[in-house]
């Protein structure tokens, strides 16, 4: 694969999380969002990923970037909702 295929690495990524492989689908959706950070389900998904795993704050983050990519994003500002309750915000 090229590793500079972010639509690649975030299918990837999609295929791993699947899985139930959050910790190597993890690695692909940030490599992805260093190659194009305007993949929008990447920001999702590795928001998902990061909120799973007790990084409130960098979901946070993840789901910012994707409503401003896209504010029409389905379940996204629920889940910015979610992430920043649990962070304490």
Not at 4 to 33: F, I, Q, S, V, W
Not at 36 to 44: C, E, I, Q, T
Not at 72 to 82: E, G, T, Y
Request: without cysteine; aromatic residues 4%; positive net charge.
């Amino acid at each position: 694969m090229d590793p500079k295929n972010a639509k690649a690495e975030t299918n990837l990524a999609n295929a791993l999380l699947r899985k139930g492989m959050r910790p190597e689908a993890r690695r692909h959706y940030e490599h992805a969002l260093s190659v194009d950070s305007g993949l929008v389900l990447a920001h999702k998904h590795l928001g998902d990923i990061l909120l799973g795993s007790g990084e409130y704050d960098a979901a946070v983050a993840q789901y910012s970037e994707a409503l401003r990519l896209n504010p029409a994003l389905p379940n996204a500002k629920d889940d910015l909702s979610f992430a920043r309750s649990l962070a304490g915000r």
